[in-house]
T-cell receptor
Framework: EAGVTQFPSHSVIEKGQTVTLRCDPI?????LYWYRRVMGKEIKFLLH????????ESGMPNNRFLAERTGGTYSTLKVQPAELEDSGVYFC??????????????FGEGSRLTVL | AQSVTQLGSHVSVSEGALVLLRCNYS??????LFWYVQYPNQGLQLLLK??????LVKGINGFEAEFKKSETSFHLTKPSAHMSDAAEYFC????????????FGQGTELSVKP
């Protein structure tokens, strides 16, 4: 069974440009999460999809971030326009069940974003 | 509100020595607690979790953690470190019905010396 895959593994862009990160969850996992780790800080929750619907997007920093999950399969996270403080590692995770007492989150390797 | 504090951003032990990584939490609801590990160039992997059952939780690779409500702690231990344990370890907390919205600590980098 393939794990959670993320693309690209590393992206370097100029301030003001646009970047789109992609996450393919484990097949059959309805729940998809985005997290972010800014350098030296803790990993922080961004949002949670259940199938194609946003269940919780309370962690999204501002309206420069747009997450989508078309058809309830893969998800994209777009940053437009990117700012220096957006640099960090963006993690995607998926789970079959949304309750943590019944399932666990499976994380991808992360997409490292560097904004110059 | 919930929060997690991991004491020590870097911990170094000798191979064969005890591993102790400290985690204290704050939670206004009964907590569910987790330890994740990230090996170089890999994603986060669940080591173990506490979800209100037994307070002593055993995980993979010989790790275990004990939930102590009175001390609001969930420290991770392993009796004998192996070189392959070198990684970054994350403690996380969530509450019932909060799904996968985990609150993470800042992580502890574990080095194992030969």
């Amino acid at each position: 069974e393939a794990g959670v895959t993320q693309f690209p593994s590393h992206s370097v862009i100029e301030k003001g440009q646009t970047v789109t990160l992609r996450c393919d969850p484990i097949s059959g996992h309805d729940n998809l999460y985005w997290y972010r780790r800014v350098m030296g800080k803790e990993i922080k929750f961004l949002l949670h999809f259940v199938k194609e619907s946003k269940q919780d997007e309370s962690g999204m920093p501002n309206n420069r971030f747009l997450a989508e999950r078309t058809g309830g399969t893969y998800s994209t996270l777009k940053v437009q326009p990117a700012e220096l403080e957006d640099s960090g590692v963006y993690f995607c995770a998926s789970s079959r069940d949304s309750g943590v007492d019944t399932g666990e989150l499976f994380f991808g390797e992360g997409s490292r974003l560097t904004v110059l | 509100a919930q929060s997690v504090t991991q004491l020590g951003s870097h911990v170094s032990v000798s191979e064969g020595a005890l591993v102790l990584l400290r985690c204290n939490y704050s939670s206004s609801v009964p907590p569910y607690l987790f330890w994740y590990v990230q090996y170089p160039n890999q994603g986060l992997q669940l080591l173990l979790k506490y979800t209100s059952a037994a307070t002593l939780v055993k995980g993979i690779n010989g790790f275990e953690a004990e939930f102590k409500k009175s001390e609001t702690s969930f420290h991770l231990t392993k009796p004998s470190a192996h070189m392959s344990d070198a990684a970054e370890y994350f403690c996380a907390v969530t509450g019932y019905n909060q799904g996968g919205k985990l609150i993470f600590g800042q992580g502890t980098e574990l080095s194992v010396k030969p």
